[in-house]
């Protein structure tokens, strides 16, 4: 059995609060700045160079890369050959937050209920999703997210009848009602099977995947290229201001579900896709 | 159209800007989201004042992240401005002039931006490290307890916008999607 200390969970969920808001993943920085090669239009294009720009100054002057430095959500993929020492996982999980909002000068955006909202000041609780894995690796991705683009984010719950075009269908609407509030270019997540709530957890792990990374199955890659084409002729495009670069990208996930039931969770991140991943 | 505009706003200038224009503003603009739009709310139900002067004014709603020693602001981009639909009109009819956020508003804010030659800027979401280095002094001026969503009085150089709805009630959003 392998040991790992709760100050180590801490030191590297600090570290990478930090390196999410301040540098992209870089499949997600080559697409906007490829992007900006490939548009037509004259003030889409305009707005692609100015979130090129915006990249090299978020480094460059250690600002931010956007204000919404988001809410932390994290996924630890846990090995159950694993023991932890110290105090325990979610208190680690929570402190490594406290600390990369705080050392990072990120903005704390958390209330500590939904109706009294009354800030939180360090952005704490974090949203935790665990799985128990085979091994003794512990894996973490932190991917802050926006709420711009998470409050136009929708779930359906379709019938089997519906099928590929009712999918298709629900993830163009839902874009489309997104149009520049999400902040385009977009990424979307989809989760599709399961139930109500594991669609929704698929369609936040769907984000978390490298856009160059296609789904291993081959009705669901083809379903990928498909929608990303069709939401890109939609003309939302850059900052909702017309163009072809509406999407950056589609992730979709799929699981098992019921007979009677075809969930479909859309989860729409802007272009801001942060997730860093570290296996421990 | 490219402008170069003067802030707080003159109304003669506002109803000559047209929906599309890009704009660079200059002067005295202020910050204000969900929270404090909410508190000037309640008190203008209960008869009371709001903090600043808001006529010919600019709200920019905005809550930036903490700034780091010698930055003037941390990042600095908008946030979707329809989650201030709710308090808008009244702040339009007691003279606020323009909005600078992102995305869609409602019907009765377009209705209230037109009867009051008004006018609605969108800033590029996401561009907040950008957008920072074009505000040149930052300072709280009401609501402090709120953090990131107190009142700020900002002063911007050539900060870029584009006009999204103007006076008339031309609507960029809607021309676009409709050429597409």
Redesign the interface.
Known sequence: MRSIHTDEIIKNIKEMCIEANYTLASDVEEKIRGAAQKEDSKIGKQILAQLSENLDIAKNDLIPICQDTGMAIIFIKLGQEIHIEGVNLEEAVNEGIRQGYEEGYLRKSVVSDPLIRNNTKDNTPGIIHYEIVPGSQMEITVAPKGFGSENMSRIYMLKPSDGEEGVKRAILETVRLAGPNACPPIVVGVGIGGSFEKCAVLAKKALTRDLDKRSELKHIQELEEVILKEINELGIGPGGLGGRTTALGVNIETYPTHIAGLPVAINICCHVNRHVKRVL | MDRYINAPLKEEIVKELKAGDYVYITGVIYSARD?AHKRMYEALEQGKEIPFDINNNIIYY???????EG?VI????P??S?RMDKYTPSLLDLGLKGMIG???RSQDVINSVIKNKAVYF?A???????L??KIKSSKVIAYDD????AIRELYVEDF?V?VVIDSKGNN??EI??Q??
């Open positions: 929270a905005l809550g930036p992240t903490p700034e780091r930055q941390g990042s600095a981009g946030t979707t329809s992102k995305g869609k969108a590029v979401g996401g561009a907040g490290a950008l920072s280095k709120l953090g990131t969503e870029p584009i960029l959003y676009v999607m050429s597409s």
